[in-house]
Each structure stands twice: as structure tokens, then as C-alpha cells.
């Protein structure tokens, strides 16, 4: 069936006459009660920054959602996501539009009439947030990286499979716009365009020290800095690790701050690794060895990885090099000639060099290698919209395209090359046990103790009985 006859149909399944949606008794699980049948998916906005705007925005534009609460630990943003769901609605001709705003997301979870969550913390949140969200029955769109570290990763999928929840990651490169360079090329990779597959040199971009030395500051009074730090070690408040106090839009500093997020690695690694892993096959697997390099930051207020060189084998002789000094994005060179996809001229950072302006995003040694796949070649799962792919799937309980065991596997790839760069040695990965060979002081990376017991993700697990 072509993307569209399949939209078609589930349109005319879901939607009756009034353009009412019919969940199916799929759906009905005994977490959330009963879902009346004439009503959206609705969904709750945990995280309302740069990201978690755009996602909510996206969420909007979507007749199948409905969304019903934001939640935030700074008072401002809560209030501002808060409004542009009032807005929207009422712009619609609604009156009394009713979207209440939270501190805490643990209410939102003890509310039966929310089916779904967008998580759009920072990364240290995530697996928190997302762990509990799924034993609450709640669907889930989680941004990228799906967690912070590989322990994490393993707790989410193991909470989103024993609860049967739906979720799609934020790696919003899998679905076709707005980024059109990089299904397709993984498309033909996967299908052997390239011949035998030797390389793939990926190009995540580079941050640069900040100039500026770490320095506390006051906490703002509409802005809970505690709940904020949850599971990481207490440490004072500086705007500068955490989010611009005058802007939504700006790029936050916990993304530069290695206690929050891992630096670039992780950050588009996680989009880009994952492509990469999808074309080859490995979306299930992982490298074998990794040998990496890293300079990290020091003396400033940021601390994550500057410069790096990554270079990992795969089981099936494909080498994966990443290196600060490539151009942003996916470089393919097989046997017969290399095809090459990015995201466009726009930049990665302000001082990032490695984009060439005005070059095609899709691109190959021959224009040959480009030309469409024939009828009977592997082909992604259609997915137009990225946000409309997970509320279809969540309707059709499926999988959708970007689907937790496969997330877990890139960022696992991600977190493995990231211990590599800070222990700077080689190292032996196993993927099908998710842990280094032999080696005690990589794997005990792989997670960190919690700062305080409600922030703890083992013991959340264990009091749901899955670890
Ligand atoms: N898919 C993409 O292309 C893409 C692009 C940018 C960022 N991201 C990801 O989106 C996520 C958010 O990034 P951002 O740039 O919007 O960060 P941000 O700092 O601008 O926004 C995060 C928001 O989450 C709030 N928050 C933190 N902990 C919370 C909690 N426990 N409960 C409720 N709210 C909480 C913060 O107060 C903040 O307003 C990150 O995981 C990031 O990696 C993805």
C-alpha cells in the first residue's frame, strides 16, 4: 500500500464523519481507564524550552492530538508554553480552552485522560522522565539522545516493552522532512548501491570553549535549579550551564556541560550514528572495537569534548570514522563510488567551519548511484511527518519509524564512543551484551549514582519490579 492509500486508510478508519477520532480498544489498557471514543490522543508537553516549543508546535499542527498540559521547572517558560496552546486553540474558535501547567510530572502521570508525553528536558532527564512515564501507560515521543548513558537506556527499554507503550524518538532525520538528504541515501546504502561498504566518515560538528570562566550565580526566583540538577551532583547555578533566562530559542549551555549532556557526540551522534547504523544494518548491533581521541574543556564554564577523532569497526568490516574536522554529516564510500547527505547549509554552531555553504545536501561520485530504487528493494517504513508517524503509530499501536530498541543501539554506539574519548585508549564493544570486554573502568561508565533517592532510576526500576 503507497504512503498515501495507507494514510487514506487510517483517516477513514479513525476519523468518523465528525471528525471524531475512534481509538481502538488497543489503546485501553487498565493504566489510563477507558478512553472515550470520541475524543484526540491527548498529550502532555514535559519540557517546554528550544526544542519542546518547536515539538509542542508540531504536535498542534496534528488534528489527531490534543494538547492538554505543559509542564516546566521555570515559571516563565511554563507560562508561555502555557499561552501559545490557549492561543492556538482559541484562534481555532474554541473558548474556555483548558491546558493546565505543572511543576511536577508526576501529576500529569496520575491523570487517566492523558494518553501521551513529548519529553523535551535535557538529556539527564530523560530516562527518568520517559521510565516513568511508561509505567504510568503513557505513549511517548522522547527527544534525542534517548538517554544520557547506556544503564539508562537499557531501564527505558525494558520499561517501554513491559508496559507495551508506544515510543518514537526525536531523530526526526528518519522521517522526510524537513531533512530529505537522509532516507534516501540510507535507503540505497542499505540496498548495496555502493557495493561493498567499506567507510562511513560522519561529521557532528564541534563546540568551542566559551571563553568564560565558571561562575555561580544567584538562582532566578521563578526557576527550581534543584529539581533541575534531579539526578546529577549538586553544583551551583550558572545561567550559562543551563538555559538563557531572556529567550526560549537560544541554545542552552547544559548542552556544553558534560554533567547534562555528553557534547556533540551525543548530541547530533545521536542523529547521525543512528543513519548510519540504520543504512549498514546495525540498527540492532554496535561497533566491535573503538579507538578515540578528545581534547575536553577545562578551565571553562563549559566541560564537554572539543576537538576528537573516532575510529570503530563493525563485525562486518565497515569502518565508522567521526573527526571534528569533517564536513556535517554522512559521507558513504563503498566499492563502487561514495554518496554523501547532510542537513543543509544551515550551520551546526555560530563558530562551527566545517559547513560548506551552498553545497548540495544529497550528493555522490556518480549521479548515477542517486537514481531511484527499483521495485522490490528494501524501502523505510513511509513517514512523511515525524510527530503525525508516532501519533499514527500510537492509533495503529505499531512501532513507528524511530523506534526504542533501535534509539537504544545508537545511543549506546554514541555513549561507547564517548568513553573511548575519555579514557583514550581502545576499547573492546560487545553490543549483544551492551558492555566492554574485559575492561571494569569503561563499563563503569556506563552509568552514574543518582543524587538523591527520588532522583534514582535503579530504584524506580526495582519498585516496578523490572531490575
Ligand atoms: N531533534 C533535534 O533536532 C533536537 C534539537 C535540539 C535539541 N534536541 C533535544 O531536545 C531536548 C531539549 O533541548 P532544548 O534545547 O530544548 O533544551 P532547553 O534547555 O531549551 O529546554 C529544556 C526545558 O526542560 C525543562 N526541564 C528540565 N527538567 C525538567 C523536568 N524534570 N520537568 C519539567 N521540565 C524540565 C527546562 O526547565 C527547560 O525549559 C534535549 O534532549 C536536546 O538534546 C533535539
Redesign the pocket.
Known sequence: MSHLTRRTFLKNTLLGGAGLVVLPGLLRTPARGALSPNRRIQIAQ???????TSDMEGILAHPLARVVAV????AR?LGIAQAKVVKFYSQQGETNVEVKAYHD?QEIFARPDIDAVVV????H??AL?AVQAALAGKHLYV???ITYGIHESIALRTAVRAKKVILQT???QRSEKPFRAFRPASELVRNGRLGKLRAIRIGVGLDKPSGKKPAPMPVPVS?DYD??L?PVAEQPYMEGR??PQNS?GG??G??TTEDF?LGMIT?WGA?HLDIAQWAMGQELGGPTTINAQANFMQEDQWTVHHNYHIEMMYAHGVQVILDDKFENGLHFEGDRGWIFCARGAEKVTASDPNVAAGRSPYRASDEKLLAPLEPGETRWMPSPNHYLNWLESIVAHRDPIAPVDQSVKSVQTCCAAWIGMKLGRPLTWDAAAESFTGDDAANALRGRPARRPEFDLNLVMRNAGLA
Request: overall charge positive; hydrophobic content about 30%.
Open positions: 514535559i519540557g517546554c524550552g528550544r526544542m519542546g509542564c516546566d521547572l521555570d517558560r510530572y523535551s528536558t535535557p538529556d532527564w530523560h522522565v527527544q534525542k539522545p526525536g531523530s526526526q526557576f529539581r533541575w534531579g543551563v538555559h526560549i541554545r542552552p547544559w548542552i549532556g548530541n542523529h
